[in-house]
Structure formats: C-alpha cells, structure tokens
C-alpha cells in the first residue's frame, strides 16, 4: 500500500509559480511511475505531466509542456510539480498518482493509476 500526500497548493495571482509537492509512503518509491493530474469544477480530470520511476523520461500533455515541470527525487519519496505563468484557468484541485513499474507507463496518463493523493486546491486570481 502506498500513501500519496499532496502540498504547496494555494492562492496565487496570475502570472506567479507554484511548487506542488507530492511524498509518498513506504520504501518503493522508485518502483512507481508518478504524475499529475487536475480537476477543475465542472470539469473532467486532466493529465499534466508523468515522470518514469527513474526519472528518464517525461512526459507532460501540451497545454502545459512550456510552463510546467515535473520531477522527482527518490531519496525524499516526492515528486513535484513547478508551475509558472500561472492563469485562471489553472484553477483546479491536484492530484498526483503513482503506477507499478510492471505496468505501461503510457497507462499512467490514462488514470488508470494504482494509487491516487488526496488532492490539493491551486486557485489563481485576475
């Protein structure tokens, strides 16, 4: 079982960068592919951004590839997402997931993840 415990969201004016954060539990950490995700009101969830276990490979959807990005360390058990250029249709609740390495990675994207955070709140104002 894998614990996953997002942070670093809040209010932030548009234009501005947050770092979110996500740490996972336990001891096999780099045994997992990691991601993002958001959802906002009214709205479906969106993939942003996946990382490989080792961090060999990322991947990000378009609509953030040039402003967002994501990375891990494995000796802290987190991931993290930096956001900059932050706009008001960034606004949303983040979700970071995790999937076993023994799956496709491309599968992560999909959100068929095995592990899912709690989620934490970025709101961006005009």
């Known amino acids: 079982q894998v614990q996953l415990v997002e942070s670093g969201g809040g209010l932030v004016q548009a234009g501005g960068s947050l770092r979110l954060s996500c740490t996972a539990s336990g001891r096999t950490f780099s045994s997992y592919h990691m991601g993002w995700f958001r959802q906002a009101p009214a709205k479906e969830r969106e993939f942003l951004a996946s990382?490989?276990?080792?961090?060999?490979?990322?991947y990000y959807t378009d609509s953030v590839k040039d402003r967002f990005t994501i990375s891990r360390d494995n000796t802290k058990n987190t991931v993290y997402l930096q956001m900059n250029s932050l706009q008001s249709d960034d606004t949303a609740v983040y979700y970071c997931?995790?999937?076993?390495?023994?799956?496709?990675?491309?599968?992560?994207?999909?959100?068929?993840?095995?592990?899912w955070g709690q989620g934490t709140q970025v709101t961006v104002s005009s």
């Open positions: 997931a995790a999937l076993h390495i023994t799956k496709p990675w491309a599968q992560l994207a999909r959100g068929a993840n095995d592990y």
């Open positions: 990382i490989s276990n080792l961090a060999y490979n990322v």
